[in-house]
Every structure is written in C-alpha cells, then in structure tokens.
C-alpha cells in the first residue's frame, strides 16, 4: 500500500493544465494513483456534436453496500491572465503555510484530500464492510454536459448503487467548518427579443419601437415578487444582465430590441412554472403594443433540496468535532454537480474554503488541507463503523 500525501497529490493534480474543457492527463494520472490503492477504475469518455470529447472516471473499491462515493471534477477555470500571478498558476507552490496554483481550492486539493483520507483509512482497515467510490468528471466548469450528467445516466444504466455522496465543491466562505451544503437554487436564463417596425424617428406612425415594449416589460418583470424565502432557501431573484438595441442611426426607430436575464429559484418554482409566468407577461404587453416576440430560455438546473438523514449529520457532527465549529446546513450560491448526483443518491457538498476560487493566485491553507483529510478520514470510519 502507497503512502499518499495530500498536499504532495495536490501539487501533482495542479500541474496538469486541465483548463476546461482540456484534461491534460489529469484523469489518466488519478486513475493510475486510485489502482495503486486497489480500486476498479473506468475512464468513460464522452462527447456530442459540438464538444470535444472529455474524460471522466468511475473508481470502485468493494463489491458490497453500502457504497460511499466522493464526488469532485479535475478541470479548472482559465488562469486569465498570468502576469497577475506571483507564481505560474501551473507550478504550485508553497508560500506562507498556503498552497498556490489554479486549482488549489476548486477542487484539485479537495480530491488529494479525500484520497489520503481513503488511503489513510486503508491502512487502518484493510477489510471493511461495503464500497468506498469516486465520480471524478473533466467537464464542470465549462458546459457542463459531458460529464457528471452523463456519468449518472452511465450509472443508472448499469444499476450501480450509491448509498451517499459528498461532491467535494468549496463550501465553506470564511473558515473550515462553516458551511455543508444540501441543495442548489435552480437557474434558469431568459433571452428575449421584441420586433417592432423600423422608421423615421420623425414618424412615429409609421414605425413600432420595440425598445418601449421591451422597457415595460422588463419593469413589470422585475415588480414580480417571486417569494420571500423558505426555511431552507433564501427568496429567490431575478437579474437582468443584457439590454441590446442593435442600432447605428441617432435618427432611426430599431427594428427590433432584446434583453437577457436570469432567475436564480428555489424549490417554490420550477422552471416551467417561471416560463408559464414570463410568458403571460411577454404575450399581454407585446400584444398590447402591437409587437411580435420571441423567447429562448435555458434551465442549467432546477432547484433541489436533500432532506438531510442520518449520514447528513453524522457529517455534520465529524466535521464539528475537527473544526469546532459547527456547520450550516445551506442551500445557497451557484449550482453544482449535485444537481445531477441527486438524482442518484442523497447527497452534500462540502470541502474547502472557497474564498480564493476562480481569483488570481488560487490559494489553499496547508492546515486546512490536514484538517479537511481527517474530516474524511473520520467520515469514513464512521460511515463503516
Ligand atoms: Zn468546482
């Protein structure tokens, strides 16, 4: 059995420049170190017509149930740009009790993490009762489709059991220990175009200026009050996020106008209530100023909530016993792998402190890094205990 160190596996998962939806090698590499530690390991490679094909790896140590699954992705966001970093975003490297590079908090370390902690655990008991798995995916940050989703599609073909996951996202804003999140908002994104009739702006009659329409409607919209919250979610909200009016001529009345906006929701709506409601709205104004619309819209998730149940908390409290603090239970932020595991298994997230992500020099604590190991270590001995 290998001695696996987290932040030496962190250093090497963070030298592979797997910027979505490029894996590098990043995939190949975690699977060779997952064999060396006995497990089952499956590259499923997956693509459509408009992507490049990514990688993803399903890694399954034991037959038995109950099975405990670690969910995370080995890509990143583009670096932007270098000269603003004090080191190569791909050569990590250690400064002040913090570990540097692209990566080092969304999500590569939380993965060497959560590795070490397998290993550790290994040792300790080289027999226990039920599986440990990973659902690694290449595709997060980027499109998003070829990865988890299908994965979980794969998974379910093959009647492939998960008992529980941990996705192990950044979750917690300020320090180790605050926040263990059980559910996402949906999101759904709105394009909507008005078409007027253009003219002169010295005759309005003879012209329709869409750019009315779409200022009244895009007031009435933001009037809706859509809830106030729930005991588990925050109230959810709409942003508008593009006004377009395509038009070269001071002198001229557009032909046509459009905006952007998008809903982040919770469990009170789903995406097709929201568009039945937008498009009573769309339909009575437009028709009212004798303009035509069209409307695209695009769901990247629904919102989702997992009742929390006794692995929840027993989560909960490990994490407590480390930390000293101890966690919430939240709903909040963007969305998530775990729009798609749930589907699967009863899931939550937690892993680092995600204050750093996505930022110029990414950066992660080495004390975290230890802490959040044991976290997984006495997770996983109290899960198979
Ligand atoms: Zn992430």
């Given at each position: 059995m290998p001695n696996i160190n987290e932040l030496k596996l962190a250093k090497d998962l963070i030298k592979?420049?797997?910027?979505?939806?490029?894996d590098a090698g990043a995939i190949n590499f975690l699977s060779k170190q997952l064999r060396l530690l006995g497990f089952n390991c499956k590259i499923l490679e997956f693509k459509d017509k408009k992507s490049k094909p990514i990688k993803n790896l399903y890694a399954r140590l034991g037959k038995k149930a109950p099975n405990i699954c670690y969910a995370g992705h080995t890509d990143v966001v583009p670096p932007g740009n270098?000269?603003?970093?004090?080191?190569?975003?791909?050569k990590p490297s250690v400064r002040k009790n913090y570990l540097i590079g692209r990566g080092a908090n969304d999500m590569k370390s939380s993965i060497a993490c959560f590795i070490s902690a397998v290993n550790k655990f290994l040792q300790k008991k080289s027999k226990f009762h039920g599986s440990i798995s990973f659902l690694i995916t290449g595709d997060e940050e980027g499109l998003a489709i070829n990865g988890t989703k299908k994965v979980v599609d794969y998974l379910k073909r093959k009647k492939e059991k998960i008992d529980f996951c941990i996705v192990?996202?950044?979750?917690?804003?300020?320090?180790?220990?605050e926040m263990i999140k059980i559910g996402r908002r949906g999101s759904i994104t709105s394009r909507l175009t008005i078409i007027g009739t253009q003219g002169h702006v010295a005759y309005p009659d003879r012209a329709k200026n869409p750019s009315d329409t779409i200022v009244k409607i895009l007031k009435k919209i933001k009037e809706i009050k859509l809830d106030s919250g729930t005991k588990d979610f925050q109230a959810s909200n709409l942003e508008i996020t593009k006004i377009n009016i395509n038009n070269h001529a001071d002198n001229v009345i557009p032909g046509s106008a459009n905006a952007v906006f998008n809903i982040r929701f919770n469990n009170k709506h789903s995406s097709n209530s929201l568009k039945r409601k937008l498009n009573i709205i769309f339909k009575s104004i437009a028709k009212k100023d004798k303009c035509k619309f069209n409307v695209s819209y695009q769901v990247s998730g629904e919102s989702f909530l997992t009742k929390p149940n006794k692995t929840t908390y027993m989560i909960q409290n490990t994490i407590k016993k480390i930390t000293k603090i101890k966690p919430k239970l939240s709903t909040t932020g963007g969305t998530s792998d775990a729009r798609f595991i749930r589907k699967i298994a009863p899931c939550l997230e937690f892993g680092l402190v995600g204050k750093t992500m996505h930022k110029v020099d990414e950066s992660v604590s080495l004390t975290d890094l230890k802490k959040l190991t044991k976290i997984y270590f006495n997770i996983l001995e109290s899960y198979f205990e």
């Open positions: 592979f420049p797997s910027i979505t939806p490029k270098i000269k603003d970093w004090t080191i190569d975003p791909f192990g996202e950044p979750t917690n804003p300020n320090k180790l220990g």
